[in-house]
T-cell receptor, first 116, second 113 residues
Framework: ETGVTQSPTHLIKTRGQQVTLRCSSQ?????VSWYQQALGQGPQFIFQ???????GRGNFPPRFSGLQFPNYSSELNVNALELDDSALYLCASSLYLAGGRTDTQYFGPGTRLTVL | TQLLEQSPQFLSIQEGENLTVYCNSS?????LQWYRQEPGEGPVLLVTVVTGGEVKKLKRLTFQFGDARKDSSLHITAAQPGDTGLYLCAGAVVGGGADGLTFGKGTHLIIQP
């Protein structure tokens, strides 16, 4: 079991609403990455945060945004929810390496978001 | 286009049989991880391979990284029902910077008792 925790575990929202998901990283890690995993698919990279700034981003629209706090915990915010945003949202923590890369990523249990 | 292709997508075998799962790409990876995921939970790291040609063993699981660091395989010997789950390979592309891990779609493995 990793030290990465996420809250809430499950969430139901309606189309057009906004949602905030939270992640606490493993002790000693300074980088947080967020992934979206649709049913039956592998996780897709949303973005990564290091030193409280976005350090890399996947192919997701601007309505997906995030924050990282001084204690390395992080939030994922999604505005104007769409039905296709229904997925398992995973947070992974790691240690930053040179050149923008990170060491092995350890995943939390995820937040299951359902958009109706 | 899927950067990492996993095969097979689904595999159902009897307890005691051997199996191999493949992860292939045209891209070079600086490292590659294998994860196992249970329904509704996050992926759990099994192994990280970083050197071309590297072989790592974890009890009945053997992981190999291709010489060119473009592919990897996971071999399970004498599979048991407890091995059932979704197996994911994920890699960090060379020169990808902070682009996160690239995942395959996964292999759904069912071991029948």
């Amino acid at each position: 079991e990793t030290g990465v925790t996420q809250s809430p575990t499950h969430l139901i929202k309606t189309r057009g609403q906004q949602v905030t998901l939270r992640c606490s990283s493993q002790s000693g890690h300074n980088t947080v990455s967020w992934y979206q995993q649709a049913l039956g698919q592998g996780p897709q990279f949303i973005f990564q945060y290091y030193r409280e700034e976005e350090n890399g981003r996947g192919n997701f629209p601007p309505r997906f945004s995030g924050l990282q706090f001084p204690n390395y915990s992080s939030e994922l915010n999604v505005n104007a929810l769409e039905l296709d945003d229904s997925a398992l949202y995973l947070c992974a923590s790691s240690l930053y390496l040179a050149g923008g890369r990170t060491d092995t990523q350890y995943f939390g249990p995820g937040t299951r978001l359902t958009v109706l | 286009t899927q950067l990492l292709e996993q095969s097979p997508q689904f595999l159902s075998i009897q307890e005691g049989e051997n199996l191999t799962v493949y992860c292939n790409s045209s891209s070079v990876f600086s490292s590659l991880q294998w994860y196992r995921q249970e329904p509704g939970e996050g992926p759990v790291l099994l192994v990280t391979v970083v050197t071309g040609g590297e072989v790592k063993k974890l009890k009945r699981l053997t992981f190999q990284f291709g010489d060119a660091r473009k592919d990897s395989s996971l071999h399970i010997t004498a599979a048991q029902p407890g091995d059932t789950g979704l197996y994911l390979c994920a890699g960090a592309v060379v020169g990808g910077g902070a682009d996160g891990l690239t995942f395959g779609k996964g292999t759904h493995l069912i071991i029948q008792p």
